[in-house]
C-alpha cells in the first residue's frame, strides 16, 4: 500500500505534536508545513528539513501529491480551512473543537460525506489508553448500569485569550463521555465566571442530562491550587476512578455499592452497603497522539469511519453552544453584571 | 451565675452526641431526656443516672426549672416541637435544617423574638477549628477577593429514607459559606438523581450564586468511592484548600494566581501565573460540639445573639428550598421520568 | 463452661483499654483491678463500679476466685508480677515487652510450663485483621519467596522516661515479623541516637538478619514530621505494602517484579520486569484488643497454647537485648561520645 | 572569553544527556564524541551533525583544541580514562562514582593537582534546586542542629550487571549529604541482599555515623513496589521533608519538635511538643545537569574549584567501599551462604 501524504496547517502550540507524531508514522509521509507565519515555518523546517513549507494554504491544496490535510489553526478558522480543504478533494483530520457552531459541523459532515472524503477530529483522550480501559470496563458490565459521572478538569492556568475555558477543557470530557456511554447529552446547563479577562469564564460547571437518565457535572477552571484529571463513576454495581495525574494507579475500580431490597418483597425497602476491594489494572504506556495519528491514516487508505469521526465532533460543538448560550443567560443577571463593574473599577483604581 | 437547665428532645442517632457534651459543659445542667421510644430513654439513663426521662415533651415544657429545650428530633418536627417550646416560654436549640419550609422559620424566629428567648440552629461546622481558621484567613483579605468556591461532601451511605441528600448534606456547605461569605445566595440551581430509593436524590449538585458575584459549586452525595470533604477558595490573590479527611494538612493556603495587567496602559492586556509557597497553618483540636454547645449557654445566659441565629438557619432552608425546586423541575422532565421507570422495571426482574 | 475470673494488675495508660475489652467479653468476669496509685483506682470504680479495687497485689493473688491474671504495670516489673502470679498457680497475660532480659523469659516459661498454666503476651499486632491478611496472603505462597521487609514505625512522641524507642515501638514489628515469617532472628544490629533525654536513643534503625535469608529493616523513631505506620514485604512474585495509617487501603498487593532467565540456557542471564495490577482486598474493622482478649479466656478454659506464648514474648525480648547490646557498642564509640558532650554543653548555654 | 572545547567519552545511557545541555550551553563547544561502538557514534553525530566521532580515545587526546575531557563510560573505566586525560593536560569530568576505590581516587586528584587542572564528579543531585534549597534552609539554622537523616532511594530496576544497587544509588544520598552537613563519614555499615542476580545485592541499608554525631539511614534498593525518593531532616528545632516524587510541593518544613527542660531547673526534666504550621517553599524548575555543566566550563575557564571536586567524589567512594567490605562480610555469615545455597537451588528446579 502507497504511502498517504499529508499536509500540516498551523505550526503553532500543537502543531509540532502532530508533525512529530506523522513523521514517526509508517505509511504516512509528511510534505508541507503550512502556517501564516515565517518563523513559524522556520522551526519546522529546521527540525525536518525533508519537509516543504508554504504560507500559502492554496498552494498546498492544489498540490495533487497531497492526500489529506492536518488542521491546527485557530478553532475560529476550522471550518473555513476544513471546507476548502474538502471542496479540493482532501481528506480531513481538525482539531477539536471541530468548529464553532453546529451549524457549521452539519456543512463539514455533507462536505466530506459528497465526496467520500474522511473526516475526523483530534478527540485524543479517545485514544489514550486509561480511556480506552474504562470503555472496555463499562462495555463488560463490570460496573452495572451507568449512575453519574463527575469530571474535574482544572489547574491554574493557561488561559487563552480566544475561548472560555469551557471551549478549551470541555471539550475532552464531552467527547470521553461520548466515547464511553454512546449517547448524546439531552441537555447542558452551566454556571461560570470571568474571574481575570472580562468576558471570557475561566471557571465553569457543566450539568449534562442524558436520555438514560445518567447525569453528569463536569468542573472546568483555569484557576486551581491544584491541579486535577479526575473522573469518577458511580454503577449500580461499582464505581470507577480515573484520575489521569497519577502515574500508577491511573484507573481503580472499587467493588462497593448499595443493595436495594424490594419494599414489595421486605415490607419496607431496606439497604445494605458493600465494600470490597479495590483493584488497580495496568494500563499501558503508548502515546494516544500517536494511536491517534495512526488511526486517522488507516481510515484514510481503508475509507472506514473514523472513531472519532464527523459526528462525535458536532456532539462536543452541540454541548458546546448549549453550555455557552447557558452561560451568557447567566451573565445577563444583574448579580453577575454588577461583580463585572466592580471588577473592572477596581482594576483601574489599583 | 446559676446554671442553665436544660432538656434534650430526641434521643435518636445525633442526641446522644448532645448530651455527651452538654454533660461536660460547666455551667449546663441536663435534667431532662424526653424521646418517644422508651428503650432509647433506658439507654440515655444507663449512661447517665442523674437524668429524668420521659416520653411526654408536656411534662418537660411544663417543668419551670427548665430554661432551654435541644431539639434533635427528626426534621419534619423540628417546627412543631420548637413553637412548643417557645410558647412556653424556653429557649430553643434546634437541629440542622432548622425547619422544612422558609415560612416555619419565619414563624419561628418571630416567636423568639416576641418573647426575648434564644434560638440557635445546630450548624455545627461554623463551631470547627478549621471552618474558623479559614474565617478569618478570609477576613484578614490574604485571599484578595472571593471568586469561586467548590464543595465535595460525598461519601458512601447512609441513605436518609426521609430527606434527600441535599437536605441531609448541603447544610454543612451552605451554613459555612453563610459565616465566611457573609452574604445570602441570590440563585440555587441543582441537577440530582435518584439512584437507590425512587424520589430521594443521592447525588446533587448545586450551582449557588451570590450578588457578589462570587459562585459556589456544591457536589453532595452518598454514593461515592472515596470520601470527600473538600472546599477549595479561589481568591484574587491567593487559593485556599480545606480538606477535613486530613488529619494534619486540614487548611493549606497556595500563594499562587495570575496577575492581570490592564490593556489600557498595555496596549494589549497581559498575564502572569504566579506560584509561590503553600502554608498549611496548626489547626487546633477542640470539638466543634463542645464548642456549639457552650456558645448556647453563653446566650441563653447573657442575652446574646448567637453567631448561628434563626437568621442564619433561614438562609440555609431558603437554599434547601430552592435546590429542592430545581430538583423537582429537573424530575418532571421526561427523560428523568424514563429513567426511573427503566430502574423500577429492573427492580422487577430481577 | 463457667467464666473465667480476671484481676487486673496496673491501671495506668494500657490499663484502661484491657479493661474495658475484658468488661464486654461473654467468658470473661473482672473481678479485681490493682494498682499501687489509690487515684487511678478511684478511676477505675467510677467507670465500673462492680469492680473491686486493692493497692496490695498479695490480696489479689491470694484470691481463690482469680483463674487468671493480666498484667499491665512498667516492663521493668513484669517479670516480679508474673513470677509472683505464676507461683500462686494463676494464669497470666502479661504485656510486651515479657520482661526486661530473656533469662526472665526463660524462667516465666519454665515456671508456667511446669504449673501447666497458660502464659501469653500482648503482642496485640498479631491479632489485627490487617496482620492476619498479610500472613494469609504470604501463607497462601501469592507473593512467593519473601526476600526482604522494611518497617517504619515513627512519629512525633511520647518519649518514654525508662526505655528506648527500641523496647517501646519495635515489639510491635518484631513480634508481627515472628508470626509472618515462623522463624527466629540470627542477628540484630541496630544504630540509634538519644536526641532530646540522654542515654534513651529516641531513634534507631535495626537490621535484622534471617537463617533463611530474609533479612529486615525496621526503622523506631519519636522524632518524626510525619507519621508512618508502613512494612513493605518484597516476595519472589510479588510485592505487598502494609499501611497502617490508611483508613480504606490498608494492604496492597503488587502483582510486580523481576524475572530471571538463567544464564545456563540463555548464555547471559536476562532479566525482565513485570508490573500488573494492583489489588488491595477488603479489611475487616474488628478490634485487636478484643481478639486478643477472648484468645486468652479461651487459651486458659480449653489449656490450649496462645499464638502469642512465652516463646514468642522470648524471641522478641532476645531480639531487643541483641539491639541494646548493639545500640550500646555503638554508644561507646568516640564519636557518639562526643555528639553528647556537645549536647550537654550546647543544653547548659542555652 | 574563547569557548571551552570540551569532548565527551562514552555515549551510552547517560551519555546522550551530558550532550544534549553541553550543545546548549554558551561557554562551550563539543568537538569529539568517542565511543568504542560505532552505532553509538552513529546516533550522536545523526543528531548533532557538527560534531566529530571516533572510536578512539588517544585521538582525542592527540587534538591540541581539546581543553577538557567529559567521562560517561562504565564506572570501572573512570579511572583509566580520567589519568590519560589529565596526563594528556586535559580538564576532566567523570561521572560518579569517581572511581572504584580510594586509592584511584588519591591518584586522581594528584594527578589534576600537579598539573592545575580541574576535576570535578558528576554528583548531579548538589546542582538540583530543592537540595539547593534544603542546603540553604540547613545553613540558616532554620532547623537547629542536624539529629538524623534517613534516605529513601527505591524503585523497581533497572538492575546494573555489573555494580550493586549501593555503586549504583547511594552515590546519590552520599553526595548530597556530604554537601549539606560538610562531614565526611566516620563508618558506614551495610546489610543487603542479592534477591536476582547472585553476588550482585539488589537492596541495602546503609547506617552512617558521622563525628558530630549525626547519624543517616539509607535505603537504596531496584526491587519496590513504589517508587520513592524521599530524605528526612530531624533537627532540634525544625523537621523537614524533601520528596522528589512531589510534582509540587517537593520540600516541607515541618515546625515542629521537642521542647526539653532541663533536670537542674525543674527537678525532673520535662518535655513538651511542638506542632505548628508546615511550609512548603517554592522550588525553581532548572535542569540540574544544565547547572552542572555550566559550573564546571565556568571552573575551567576561571580556575576556580567546583563544589563537586577530587575530594567530594573520594569521599562518596570511600563510603561506598567501606559499605561493600560490610556486605561482603555479611554474605560470608553462613545463614547468608545459606540463602544463596538456596536460591540457586531453586532456581535450578523450576
Partial sequence: MP???VALIGYGYWGPNLLRNYM???GAEVKWVCDSRPERLEKAIARYPSIVSTTDLKVVLGDPDVDAILIATPIGTHYAVAMEALHAGKHVFVEKPMAMTVGECDE???AAEERGLTLMVGHTFVYSPPV???KSIIDSGELGDVRFITCSRVNLGLHSKEVSVVWDLAPHD????AYWLGETPLSVQAMGRSCIIDGIPDVAFLNVRYASGIIAELEVSWLSPVKLRRTVIVGSKKMLMYDDTES???VKIFDQ???YKDPETFGEFQLSYRTGGIYSPRVENTEPLFVEAAHFIDCVANGTTPLTDGASGRLVVAALEAAQASLDAGAKNPDERRGRVERRRRAREE
Fill in 132 to 134: 480506552r480501559l474504562v
Fill in 248 to 250: 500508577v494507579e491511573k
Fill in 24 to 26: 514517526e508514522l509508517a
Fill in 174 to 177: 464531552l467527547s470521553i463521555l
Fill in 257 to 259: 455499592g448499595v443493595d
Fill in 3 to 5: 504511502n498517504t501524504t
Fill in 108 to 110: 463539514m459532515c455533507r
